[in-house]
């Protein structure tokens, strides 16, 4: 019995100081009380074998002092989520972290399940290298437990928000680094830039800047392609003259002689560079190779749309030089352009998809193809709906069906006829 009062006095004493929080300037302005206010949580949930996660956590909310029967219905309340918690079948790490990834959970929601600090470092990890997929899973986790010490995490801290390093920042840095702490330089070069906020919302095109120009070293190619593709066709979008257009279709083409020969990139010098525009005399490629390694890459636009009140669909590499020339402007005003530029959140929100992956279009099997790169899945396609017209679009379809990525009614939606496998 007095085990179950220290219980009640605990959830009591609690729901005040997050009163007493949010009728006096929030978060803000009582930050040594909001601390204390998740060390009881934590505590309280732990005491019934929950982790410490917002998902639990809101059982604890309150909107006024409860009363002696809503602490009893908090207690109820926390004794079944624990029951079905403790029951649930249990998840291996990777497993949680692939649902992470596949469902874009928030890192409140995934942290917690492995007692992690919530960080300015922790929150970037998550979001931007494992939500991203710049790296194994099982590896990010690794590093988010490496840094997860106060010491560490105070220094991370401190050389994030530092705009001038001085010795005693470069101390710092070098205890960081000797530690094995991952991912640092890319942390630290993400808060330099303009408007970094503590949501961590990094300019999106200087992100991809940053990797399309080998900043960061994923640890697959398959990872690398899947990064690249990602940012043009959610977060960035295709810029003619004034009009922006989402990037629907692209195709990889990446050549390294001793790693990834794939005989079906052209290897033109041009190619050899990174963040340019390249005509490959059928359509228009962004480029992102490595002269010092002589890998040659482009990614080639195979379909665009056009924003708007009307979207409209344009499919084809040329098709799309059409459209991008009919709207870059006459041979006098000089106005037109093209270029990259960021989408705002709200059309992110509103439109980020995973992009779906299938064979490139258009390739005979050569002799010299012995690794089979033509059946490979470089092809990435957004806006899967009946409106989209384009090449090979059924058979994508029923591939997507056999692989049971979609069902028959999606299927079905998508095309606007049954298909059968």
């Known amino acids: ?17 997050q009163l007493h929080i949010d009728n006096s300037g929030g978060p803000e302005e009582n930050g040594e009380l909001f ?13 019934f074998g929950l982790p410490d996660s917002d998902t639990f956590g ?3 909310f309150v909107k006024s002092l409860p009363t002696d029967k809503e602490v009893e219905t908090i207690i109820n309340n926390l004794k079944k989520a624990a029951t079905e918690y403790l029951l649930s079948p249990a998840k291996t790490e990777a497993q949680i972290l692939e649902e992470a990834i596949e469902n874009k959970l928030e890192p409140e929601q995934v942290l917690p399940e492995f007692g992690i600090t919530s960080h300015l470092y922790t929150l970037f990890v998550y979001k931007e290298i494992l939500l991203a997929k710049r790296d194994h899973p099982l590896a990010v986790l690794e590093a988010l437990r490496l840094a997860d010490d106060p010491k560490t995490l105070n220094l991370l801290g401190i050389v994030a928000l530092t705009k001038n390093f001085g010795e005693e920042e470069k101390k710092m840095l070098e205890y960081l680094n000797a530690k094995g702490i991952k ?13 970094k906020d503590e949501e961590i919302q990094q300019s999106q095109l200087a992100e991809f800047w940053h990797d ?3 900043g960061f070293e994923f640890k697959t190619l398959d990872d690398k392609f899947s990064a690249l593709t990602h940012y043009l066709m959610n977060y960035l979008c295709l810029v003619v003259a004034d009009q922006p257009y989402r990037i629907t279709e692209l195709e990889v083409y990446y050549h390294d002689k001793d790693n990834h020969p794939d005989p079906y990139v052209h290897c033109s010098s041009e190619q050899l560079f990174a963040g340019n525009w390249y005509f490959n005399g059928a359509g228009l490629d962004i480029t992102f190779g490595d002269y010092e390694k002589k890998i040659y890459g482009g990614l080639l636009i195979r379909g665009i749309m056009k924003f708007g009140e009307n979207p409209r669909y344009i499919s084809g590499p040329s098709n799309v030089l059409k459209e991008i020339f009919s709207n870059i402007g006459n041979i006098v005003t000089g106005e037109g352009s093209i270029c990259l530029r960021e989408l705002n959140k709200e059309i992110i929100q509103a439109i980020e998809t995973e992009p779906i992956q299938a064979v490139r279009i258009g390739l005979t099997k050569k002799k010299e193809d012995t690794e089979n790169y033509a059946e490979k899945k470089y092809r ?5 709906n009946l409106q989209h017209k384009f090449k090979d679009k059924e058979k994508v379809v029923r591939q997507l069906l056999a692989d049971n990525k979609i069902t028959k009614e999606q299927a079905k939606e998508i095309m606007g006829y049954n298909i059968n496998l």
Do not use: C, T
């Open 212 to 214: 399309l120009n080998g």
């Open 58 to 60: 809101k059982i604890l």
């Open 183 to 195: 991912y640092l330089d890319h942390y630290i070069s993400a808060f330099q830039l303009d408007g």
């Open 380 to 384: 990435y396609l957004v806006e899967l």
């Open 35 to 47: 601390e204390e206010y998740f060390h009881i949580r934590a505590k309280l949930l732990a005491s």
């Open 1 to 17: 019995m007095e085990q179950q009062d220290k219980l009640k006095n605990a959830i009591r004493g609690l729901a005040k100081i």
